[in-house]
């Protein structure tokens, strides 16, 4: 028999009785993949359904994962270490060490409403309309709206990237002070 049932991200990424079966693939997802779901999961998107078998077997629970196995090792090395976010962050928005703060945040939002509204363009290719003017600006102004709904959340993905971006340039500072002084 068969249970939905909803959890937190924090008991899916902790649980320890959570095993692999042997036929799950290894790690295939890349920096990229892993930031947007960042990207989702700050905008609080659902994750997705994950599959779990679960075995009893002389009093002990075993919970197999059967599906989720790429999110749940996103989700645990963002959980573990917040500056895998910003590693990720630094390949899929392309910004540099001696970026200042408002670069950084002018790289992110760009990359970041590109991407949305990539997403928000193939959305919308699978409605159909009568192709009329009207209707495109409908859709840009409902894409705008979607897009500023949806920014607290981002704004805090920038608030932890600007965090660690900025540490990561005081360790520079301090490791080569003479290099960095254009910084």
């Keep these: 028999m068969y249970e939905i049932r909803p959890e937190s991200i924090k008991t899916f990424i902790t649980d ?3 095993k692999l079966p042997r036929f799950q693939r290894k790690q295939t997802w890349d920096e990229k993949k892993n930031f947007q779901l960042c990207i989702s999961l700050f905008k609080e998107y659902p994750i997705g359904v994950t599959i779990l078998s679960v075995d009893e077997n002389k009093g002990k629970t075993i919970r197999w994962l059967l599906d989720g196995r790429q999110r749940k090792n996103a989700l645990v090395m963002m959980y573990d270490d917040p500056e895998n ?6 390949r899929f928005i392309g910004f540099k060490n001696s970026d ?3 670069e950084l945040e002018e790289k992110f939002t760009a990359k970041i409403n590109e991407y949305i509204e990539a997403d928000l363009d193939d959305e919308a290719g699978i409605d159909e309309t009568d192709g009329t ?3 495109s600006e409908m859709r840009e102004d409902d894409n705008e709206n979607i897009i500023l709904n949806t920014t607290y959340g981002l704004d805090f993905l920038l608030d932890i990237i ?5 540490k990561q340039r005081e ?3 301090l490791q080569n002070p003479l290099t960095c002084q254009s910084m």
């Design 16 to 18: 320890r009785n959570v």
């Design 85 to 90: 976010i910003y590693n990720w962050a630094k």
């Design 100 to 102: 200042q703060p408002s």
């Design 133 to 135: 003017e009207d209707d």
């Design 162 to 166: 600007k965090m660690i971006h900025n």
């Design 171 to 173: 360790i520079q500072v």
